[in-house]
């Protein structure tokens, strides 16, 4: 559900992990939503997840202040591009842009044989 760079880290994880104070519970927002969405598919609540008008097939996940972007591989992989504190409405189509790069490193991969998916657990 996240993607791990060369170095091993996830910059998601390290974002989530990083939200203190009053934040602490817009992660945990944000969490049981990403949870829900790795096992039940999409979001229909758009003031939980919504699509991204202009952008090509990457979501917003919201929990209070933060928004995680995120896109489908295959119809079925969440792939979790990152996350921030909520981005003012200009800023969102530079964010979604990001994963839109991603997705299409992630194409990419594929193609070549060296996309490792890795289920959570192992």
Same mark, same amino acid.
């Given at each position: 559900?996240?993607?791990?760079?060369?170095?091993?880290?996830?910059?998601?994880?390290?974002?989530?992990?990083?939200?203190?104070?009053?934040?602490?519970?817009?992660?945990?927002?944000?969490?049981?939503? #990403?949870?829900?969405?790795?096992?039940?598919?999409?979001? $229909?609540? *758009?003031?939980?997840?919504? !699509?991204?008008? &202009? %952008?090509?097939?990457?979501?917003?996940?919201?929990?209070?202040?933060?928004?995680?972007?995120?896109?489908?591989?295959?119809?079925?992989?969440?792939?979790?591009?990152?996350?921030?504190?909520?981005?003012?409405?200009?800023?969102? #189509?530079?964010?979604?842009?990001?994963?839109?790069?991603? $997705?299409? *490193?992630?194409?990419?991969? !594929?193609?070549? &044989? %060296?996309?490792?998916?890795?289920?959570?657990?192992?």
């Amino acid at each position: 559900m996240t993607t791990v760079g060369e170095d091993g880290r996830c910059a998601l994880v390290e974002f989530l992990d990083g939200l203190e104070g009053e934040l602490s519970g817009d992660r945990v927002k944000v969490l049981r939503r #990403l949870r829900y969405l790795a096992e039940q598919g999409i979001i $229909r609540n *758009e003031e939980q997840s919504r !699509r991204i008008e &202009g %952008a090509d097939r990457v979501f917003e996940l919201k929990g209070g202040a933060v928004r995680v972007f995120y896109f489908f591989d295959r119809d079925c992989i969440v792939i979790c591009s990152h996350g921030v504190l909520k981005p003012k409405k200009k800023q969102v #189509l530079g964010e979604a842009r990001k994963a839109e790069l991603l $997705r299409e *490193e992630v194409a990419r991969a !594929r193609q070549v &044989g %060296a996309l490792v998916i890795e289920e959570e657990g192992r």
